[in-house]
């Protein structure tokens, strides 16, 4: 069965400090999709990235990037020089089995709530 | 208007009321989902409407009732609800993948904050 595990619930750090945001998942299956959604107070989930499991090259998007490893079943989000606009709750999501109605199973963390300290 | 968006934002109801909440997408995606947050606990899919199929969370009990008369349309109908289920309940849509293609980002709402009393 799949299983995302975030294991920090809340996490504090001062404006400018680097964060990283830990993210484990486990799948039986050789082909799956991760992704990371940030949750601002608004609510919406918003989209950030989504890798594919054949993709194991890092990505940097600006201050944001994400370390992918097969071999310990992580995908971590590091956020560089934090702001305040960062404090969000941000969500690891594992897809990897189509189940209909045009959508593939999407299985969420638990989330980690992220504070920005001006 | 942009994105996807929800009403009522939030709804207080009693457990004999019937309500219901909508989600309207203005994106031109064909793949709508009903998702409930609560405290403590990952985000649970109910719902996942597509032009041809509807599925369903077998979890998911009988007293939410999700209608969806076209692509940018979504209710989700609530009758005889418990405390139990006061919490957010989040729309999405996204453009509609097959067995083929990769799942596609979701875009949400800002979600109903429901209460039971």
């Known amino acids: 069965a799949q299983k995302v595990t975030q294991a920090q619930t809340e996490i504090s750090v001062v404006e400018k400090e680097d964060v990283t945001l830990d993210c484990v998942y486990e799948?039986?299956?050789?082909?799956?999709?991760l992704f990371w959604y940030k949750q601002p107070p608004s609510g919406e989930l918003v989209f950030l990235i989504r890798?594919?499991?054949?993709?194991?090259q890092n990505e940097i998007s600006g201050r944001y990037s994400w370390n992918f490893q097969k071999s310990t079943s992580s995908f971590n989000f590091t956020i560089t020089a934090s702001q305040v606009v960062d404090s969000a709750v941000y969500f690891c999501?594992?897809?990897?089995?189509?189940?209909?109605?045009?959508?593939?199973?999407?299985?969420f963390g638990k989330g980690t709530k992220l504070s920005v300290i001006p | 208007e942009t994105g996807v968006t929800q009403t009522p934002r939030h709804l207080v109801m009693g457990m004999t009321n019937k309500k219901s909440l909508k989600c309207e997408q203005h994106?031109?995606?064909?793949?709508m989902y009903w998702y409930k947050q609560s405290a403590k606990k990952p985000l649970e899919l109910m719902f996942v409407?597509?032009?041809?199929?509807?599925?369903e969370n077998n979890s998911v009990p009988s007293r939410f009732s999700p209608e969806c008369p076209n692509s940018s349309h979504l209710f989700l109908h609530l009758h005889t609800l418990q405390p139990e289920d006061s919490a957010l309940y989040l729309c999405?849509?996204?453009?509609?993948?097959?067995?083929?293609?990769?799942?596609?980002?979701?875009?949400f709402g800002p979600g109903t904050r429901l209460t039971v009393t």
């Open positions: 799948t039986r299956d050789t082909t799956y999709y």
């Open positions: 409407y597509s032009l041809e199929e509807r599925v």
């Open positions: 999405a849509s996204s453009q509609e993948a097959d067995r083929d293609t990769y799942p596609y980002e979701q875009y």
């Open positions: 994106l031109g995606h064909n793949a």
């Open positions: 999501a594992l897809s990897d089995i189509y189940s209909g109605a045009g959508s593939y199973q999407l299985t």
């Open positions: 890798r594919n499991s054949f993709d194991e």
